[in-house]
Every structure is written in structure tokens, then in C-alpha cells.
């Protein structure tokens, strides 16, 4: 038997470790580390980078859906206006149309007028603002307005809001009165300076062509003479 040979000094001393972190030098353990180090820099870096681009991302979309709400919110509340050219010579060939004579003086009393609702007549010196108004207004005030050349838009108090609405919609931006009247034969009128035409379908087509032929215009004594300066009634919008 060949005898082994001992190891070399008291501990073992010579022989190489099992661990090969031992083996390495100082410096290139330190060389490790950094890298080590450069290492989870760069990930936490990167991750800082997604999330910001994340952030971002939502930010921006966001932003889109907050302006798009808006909007809508916009687009859904402001009134919409027809669009009329104005200053009609009148349009007798409209079906259902009535025209009348009547007189045009100021005066401070009631006036009992030959139309339902009145299509002109005496009135009071001071007009009516024109808009839309929720309550009954003064009959003698919203004749003034018709002599300017308005249309005065009167409709059943028991109209469906979704009928109003569309009602609404049919209406020019100025130059014209709308409000609830009290013992209508029909759905709603329209009135201008000795002319009116009674209709019942919110849709009818013939409202365009009375606004066409009567709006800023027609058989009014004062056409261009102003829808405002005047008084309000209670339940202007």
C-alpha cells in the first residue's frame, strides 16, 4: 500500500479551498459589487422610466375622456337655433295661414284683442324683451314685440317636454318670443303682425315657411326696431 501524504502544515494549509469566492482576489470581488451595483441602478431606472411613461400615458388619456365629457356636457345644454334668412315679404300660400287688420296704437289699459293669442292689435308703449319664458306673459308688452317684426310662439301648457324641446329647436336665436298660453285650440302658434297659423305637430314643415316669410319681417310696422331695451316677465330663461 502506497502511504498518503499528510497534509501539509498544522490546518490544512496548501491545499486549495472548495469555495471559489475564496479564490478570488479582493479586487475583483470589489469589480462585482459595482457591477452588482451598476446593475440594479439600471433596472430601477428603467422601472422609474415605465412608470413615468405610464403616468403619462394616463394623463393624457384622461385628459382626452375629461374633454370629451365637456363636450358633450357643452353640446347637450347649449340650445341649438334654426337658421332664417329674415326680412320675408310675408307668404300668404301657406296652408292654414289667417291674416287680420288690426290697429296699432299705444295704450296703458287691457286690451281685449280680436285673436287667441293676439297677432297685433293696440299694445303698451314699452315692449317685451324677446326669449323664452316658463310663465303666461302680458299680452299688450309681447304685441309691442310683433311690431318690430318678432314671431310670438305660443304653445298648450300641457306640451310634453320632449315636444317643447324639439319645438325649441325650430326657433332662431333672436327676434322671437316663446312662452305658455292659457286656452289654445291647438298644439301650439305662431304669431306675427297680422298674420298667425295654428298647428299641432311639433315636426309640421310649415314652420320654417312662416318663420321664411314673416320673421324680421311681413306686414310688422316697425321691422328692425329692437327685441330687447324693453321689460322682462316673470319666468324669463
Known amino acids: 500500500m502506497t502511504p498518503q501524504n499528510p497534509p501539509t502544515g498544522p490546518s490544512g494549509a496548501g491545499r486549495p ?9 479582493v479586487k475583483q470581488q470589489r469589480a462585482q459589487q459595482r457591477e452588482a451595483k451598476v446593475e440594479a441602478f439600471k433596472k430601477e431606472r428603467a422601472r ?21 365629457l365637456v363636450v358633450f356636457a357643452v353640446s347637450t345644454t347649449i340650445p341649438r337655433f334654426a337658421t332664417y334668412a329674415g326680412g320675408g315679404k310675408g307668404d300668404t300660400s301657406i296652408e292654414g295661414l289667417e291674416t287680420f287688420t288690426n290697429t296699432n296704437n299705444h295704450t296703458e ?9 293676439p297677432a297685433g292689435g ?3 308703449a314699452i315692449w317685451l324683451n324677446c326669449g323664452i319664458y316658463t310663465e303666461p306673459v302680458p299680452n299688450e308688452n ?6 318690430h317684426g318678432a ?23 333672436s327676434y322671437v318670443l316663446l312662452s305658455p298660453f292659457e286656452g289654445l285650440d291647438s298644439e301650439f302658434v305662431l304669431s306675427a303682425w297680422d298674420a298667425q297659423l295654428k298647428l299641432d305637430d311639433v315636426n309640421d314643415a ?15 310696422p316697425e321691422i328692425g326696431a329692437p327685441c330687447s331695451g324693453g321689460i322682462d316677465a316673470p319666468g324669463k330663461v
Not at 479551498?17 to 482576489?25: A, D, E, I, L, V
Not at 422609474?48 to 370629451?68: D, H, L, M, P, T
Not at 309681447?142 to 311690431?147: C, I, R
Open 17 to 25: 479551498s472548495g469555495n471559489p469566492q475564496k479564490q478570488q482576489t
Open 142 to 147: 309681447a304685441v309691442h314685440v310683433l311690431e
Open 206 to 220: 310649415r314652420i320654417a315657411d312662416f318663420f321664411t316669410g314673416y320673421w324680421k319681417g311681413g306686414t310688422a
Open 109 to 117: 289699459d287691457t286690451v281685449d284683442y280680436a285673436q287667441t293669442p
Open 48 to 68: 422609474k422610466a415605465r412608470n413615468k411613461k405610464i403616468g403619462i400615458v394616463s394623463a393624457i388619456v384622461g385628459g382626452v375622456a375629461i374633454i370629451a
Open 122 to 124: 293696440d299694445h303698451n
Open 151 to 173: 314671431i310670438w310662439v305660443t304653445y298648450d301648457p300641457s306640451m310634453s317636454d320632449e315636444d317643447l324641446a324639439t319645438l325649441k329647436s325650430k326657433l332662431p336665436a
